[in-house]
């Protein structure tokens, strides 16, 4: 009995492990003293646990087109913030307001998504703190 029980603690331990590493702090990844606001068009939504991310195509000035992955928080949270799987699609134009990550990669934290369709502001449940 001792060894399954042993076997069995360890299992858990392992699963435990793999669920937080997966789950990060915001100051991890994201720098709150280099803000960004982007405007583009949604090219992609995961709608998942821990963190909900979506896409957008941003079209700089000079036609070049860069794609940005947007961190939310988590579906339950965005939830209570009003938000639906349907709150926005794909080819939706949006602004969205946010801080960059620390990699200089092309993604970013949001805090605030503006639906550019129906005005609509909605809080992105952050890890940041900083949202209502």
Request: glycine letters at 10%; charged letters at 20%.
């Amino acid at each position: 009995m001792g060894a399954r029980l042993t076997a069995a603690m360890a299992g858990l331990a392992l699963l435990l492990a793999g669920s937080a590493s997966a789950h990060h702090s915001f100051a991890a990844e994201f720098d709150a003293d280099k803000p960004v606001e982007l405007t583009g068009i949604v090219t992609k939504i995961e709608w998942k646990n821990p963190h909900v991310w979506f896409f957008i195509d941003v079209t700089e000035d000079d036609g070049e087109v860069t794609s940005w992955g947007w961190e939310m928080g988590s579906p339950n949270g965005l939830m209570r913030r009003g938000w639906t799987r349907n709150s926005m699609k794909i080819g939706d134009m949006v602004s969205v307001e946010g801080s960059l990550a620390k990699d200089g990669s092309s993604r970013a934290n949001a805090r605030v998504v503006l639906l550019a369709a129906s005005g609509e502001r909605l809080f992105a449940a952050s890890s940041q703190g900083l949202t209502p």
